[in-house]
């Protein structure tokens, strides 16, 4: 059984929620007082949006700090944490007939981590990391990892990534908020509707993606 579902953001400007035309939900109903049996009935539900809250930047700045390691054992690589302090180092190992560089990343925001890692940020990426990067907040870096994760280019994913919808929580609690805040349902139904049931047949049918404990993509089916 498919359920169409509505899209649903924490912070995004892009992902306001959307009416769902129909929701068809599978609930047990007593068939019969005797024997306790159940059946199963199609229930029609009509979705109404609902506004969710917004997260905000804390207003630290941590400088992203990265070491560039000469692949010459000859050579003595730098710290570095801007494009001047990058170059200047750089130019000092030009002198001294050192070119390449591995860079690591030293320090900074828990999360820049993963996009250091996700995005492949090398010699040729510090410019842009300090320009386009860095100032990402965590939402963001988790939409556009998410997208590098499949395959999307860095480009492609800073321009599409106000459009990955996020969901802090289990996938059964994103399931029970889509059904109980966003639909009228009727009292003496509400307590045989299966969540859990509904959560994984939003998985299989790839409407929704858990990348990480109690954090879901709600829209992964859109990319």
Same mark, same amino acid.
């Given at each position: 059984?498919?359920?169409?579902?509505?899209?649903?953001?924490?912070? /995004?400007?892009?992902?306001? =929620?959307?009416?769902?035309?129909?929701?068809?939900?599978?609930?047990?109903?007593?068939?019969?007082?005797? +024997?306790?049996?159940?059946?199963?009935?199609? @229930?029609?539900?009509?979705?109404?949006?609902?506004?969710?809250?917004? @997260?905000? /930047?804390?207003?630290?700045? #941590?400088?992203?700090?990265?070491?560039?390691? =000469?692949?010459?054992?000859?050579?003595?690589?730098?710290? @570095?944490?801007?494009?001047?302090?990058?170059?200047?180092?750089?130019?000092?190992? +030009?002198?001294?007939?050192?070119?390449?560089?591995?860079?690591?990343?030293?320090?900074?925001?828990?999360?820049?981590?993963?996009?250091?890692? !996700?995005?492949?940020?090398?010699?040729?990426?510090?410019?842009?990391?300090?320009?386009?990067?860095?100032?990402?907040?965590?939402?963001?870096? #988790?939409?556009?990892? @998410?997208?590098? !994760?499949?395959?999307?280019?860095?480009?492609?994913?800073?321009?599409?990534?106000?459009?990955?919808?996020?969901?802090?929580?289990?996938?059964?609690?994103?399931?029970?908020?889509?059904? +109980?805040?966003?639909?009228?349902?009727?009292?003496? $139904? !509400?307590?045989?509707?299966?969540?859990?049931?509904?959560? /994984?047949?939003?998985? $299989?049918?790839?409407?929704?993606?858990?990348?990480?404990?109690?954090?879901?993509?709600? +829209?992964?089916?859109?990319?």
């Amino acid at each position: 059984m498919k359920f169409i579902t509505g899209h649903y953001s924490v912070d /995004r400007r892009h992902c306001k =929620p959307s009416l769902t035309a129909k929701l068809i939900i599978r609930v047990l109903v007593p068939a019969g007082r005797a +024997n306790n049996v159940f059946r199963a009935i199609p @229930f029609l539900l009509i979705s109404t949006p609902k506004t969710l809250p917004q @997260f905000h /930047r804390s207003g630290v700045i #941590t400088m992203t700090k990265f070491y560039a390691q =000469p692949y010459s054992t000859e050579h003595t690589g730098f710290y @570095f944490d801007s494009i001047e302090t990058f170059e200047a180092g750089m130019d000092l190992l +030009n002198k001294k007939g050192c070119e390449e560089v591995e860079i690591q990343f030293i320090d900074g925001d828990y999360y820049l981590v993963q996009l250091a890692k !996700s995005a492949s940020i090398g010699q040729g990426d510090v410019q842009f990391w300090y320009e386009e990067l860095e100032d990402l907040d965590c939402p963001d870096v #988790t939409r556009i990892c @998410f997208l590098l !994760s499949l395959g999307m280019s860095t480009d492609d994913a800073l321009n599409r990534y106000d459009y990955v919808c996020l969901h802090y929580g289990t996938a059964e609690d994103y399931a029970h908020d889509m059904i +109980n805040e966003t639909t009228e349902i009727p009292e003496n $139904l !509400s307590f045989y509707i299966d969540y859990e049931a509904i959560a /994984r047949d939003m998985k $299989l049918n790839g409407e929704i993606i858990e990348i990480e404990r109690d954090l879901i993509v709600t +829209n992964a089916h859109e990319f």
